[in-house]
């Protein structure tokens, strides 16, 4: 399963936020078997508004959503390429996840030490980032001697890593992430050989204070570092509460409506993040529904429709035939399976169809 690493300096509300996302949106274990069973990473539902409605036409009471992986990665400080505090073991771990997601506090609260004297996001954003694009530099630098010494061969593959590896000295050199660079799709294929920190997709959370919830994007400190997030690194951003969200696991459904009710919002922000987080890692959700289950099965965009059959099993891509399918649109306009069929919008697929998100399936499959 795909992971999210949360990051970011010490006291940030890495761990709140990684509490109450796993304990409120806990994903039950046996439905999603192949998941990583350690203190620290947790297995969170993908929220999805479409799953009721489909539900309700499959005529069953059973919805299994999309989940994704969270790692609570421990406080990453100034010096952290250097090895200060635990920073390699840090940079390690941030290495081993497949984007992050970089928790930024814009709350103010004398009672809770800021790590670095006062509130201030960008310049927050910028010390880790610093770290992360020098630990790059580093490692790049280690290997451009072997792979120079082989492209002087004369080999073509080598050539092509060390022009590369010579581009991305530069870059990070002036102290820009990997990811800003403008790389060919080759180059890209070569990038993903040297699994480089600042070239991972990131989404900014900005952990706003509760009474700031209810109109987060238009929060002074949220909209700068949405703005810096978009010039610098290309990046999104998502405004959250943890302690609001860390608050409402504590209460009952009703209570916890209440609540948000009196902060005059719908949703901590979690919920958005998630779904965010989902679209960052690449994936895409098609359904499965009827008496049985309804069920939510995740696909990275750009799969065709075998390599999206083996999600449900291994098997199937191989024994595909064909699938059906159809828009999750056209099917809540028709109302029923029956009506969709009867309306045509029902489509016969085959072994080359690119699955969308929102497609409904179902796959037939030989002996
Ligand atoms: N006021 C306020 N405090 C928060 C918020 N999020 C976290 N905190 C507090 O900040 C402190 C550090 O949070 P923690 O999650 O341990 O930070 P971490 O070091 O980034 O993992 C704790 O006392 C939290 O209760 C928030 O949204 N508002
Ligand atoms: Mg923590």
Redesign the pocket.
């Known amino acids: 399963m795909l992971q999210s690493g949360i990051v970011?300096?010490?006291?940030?509300?890495?761990?709140?936020?990684?509490?109450a996302l796993t304990r409120t949106r806990k994903a039950e274990a046996a439905n999603y078997p192949f998941c990583t069973i350690e203190p620290n990473v947790g297995v969170v539902e993908v929220p999805d508004e479409r799953l009721a409605p489909l539900a309700e036409i499959g005529g069953t009471k059973t919805i299994i959503p999309a989940a994704i992986e969270f790692v609570?990665i421990?406080?990453l400080v100034a010096g952290a390429s250097k090895g200060e505090g635990l920073g390699n073991k840090f940079l390690a771990n941030i290495r081993e996840v497949d984007a992050i997601v970089h928790?930024v506090r814009c709350?103010e609260?004398d009672?809770?030490i800021h790590n670095m004297g006062g509130v201030d996001p960008v310049r927050d954003i910028e010390i880790i980032n610093t770290e992360l694009v020098l630990a790059d530099l580093e490692s790049v630098e280690r290997q451009i001697n072997s792979w120079a010494k082989k492209a002087k061969s004369g080999d073509k593959e080598a050539q092509a890593h060390s022009a590369l590896l010579q581009r991305i000295v530069a870059h990070t050199g002036e102290g820009k992430p990997v990811i800003t660079m403008d790389l060919s799709d080759d180059e890209r294929a070569l990038l993903k050989f040297y699994n480089l920190l600042s070239a991972k997709k990131v989404l900014y959370a900005c952990?706003?204070?509760?009474s700031d919830l209810a109109d987060a994007d238009n929060h002074p400190l949220v909209q700068k570092v949405a703005a810096w997030a978009a010039e610098h690194h290309g990046a999104g951003y998502c405004p959250i509460?943890?302690?609001?969200e860390?608050e409402l696991g504590e209460l009952a459904p009703d209570e916890a409506a209440e609540y948000l009710e009196s902060l005059g919002i719908s949703d901590s922000g979690c919920n958005r993040l998630i779904r965010e987080a989902y679209k960052l890692l690449g994936l895409a959700s098609y359904f499965t529904t009827g008496e049985k289950e309804t069920r939510a099965w995740t696909f990275r965009l750009g799969l065709k429709a075998p390599q999206c059959a083996a999600v449900i099993h291994t098997d199937f891509e191989k024994k595909f035939i064909k699938a059906e399918v159809v828009s999750y649109d056209d099917l809540v306009n028709a109302g029923s399976i029956a009506a969709a069929r009867d309306a045509g919008k029902y489509r016969l697929e085959g072994k080359e169809y690119v699955f969308k998100d929102g497609d409904v399936a179902l796959f037939k499959v030989g002996a």
Do not use: H
């Open positions: 970011g300096l010490p006291n940030v509300g890495k761990s709140t936020l990684f509490n609570d421990a406080g928790v709350f609260d009672d809770i952990n706003v204070k509760e509460c943890a302690r609001v860390e």
